[in-house]
């Protein structure tokens, strides 16, 4: 079979089926896998972060010095959004959510808990939880006093 031959049959035939037939997938099955909005989107994440960080053995040196860069660029961007005064309500969530990503690191990597128990993961997150929600009331307790 010549070459533009092959060509034409890979472009328009699927195992020489019909013309244009759809590939046979997962989505025709009863109760197909990875079924929802997401489809196989947290499976990839959790593959690729389980390649970046070494797997179940902990990560090399060069590793925790780029987790110490990408920290680095986070507190310089949050110092950076500090200079602004025309953010007006997104100031104070956009810091929060740059705190959090830095917890996260920092809890994640620096403090091994990924190679812990799930039960330390959860109270350092509430503990998080409960500091956020603390400063939040505060913060409109503030607002609600001063007008």
Known sequence: ?????????????????????????????????????????????????TVVTSGDRHATPWFYAWVGVILAIITLAEVWIFTFETLGPWFVPLLLILSFLKFVMVVAFFMHLRFDNKLFTWIFGFGFTIGVAVFVAILALFFKLNG
């Open 1 to 49: 079979m010549g070459l533009l031959s092959r060509i034409w049959n890979s472009l328009f035939y699927h195992r020489a089926n019909d013309w244009w037939m759809l590939p046979k997938t997962m989505a025709g099955q009863q109760n197909p896998p990875f079924d929802g909005p997401m489809g196989q989107t947290a499976s990839i994440v959790k593959r690729w972060l």
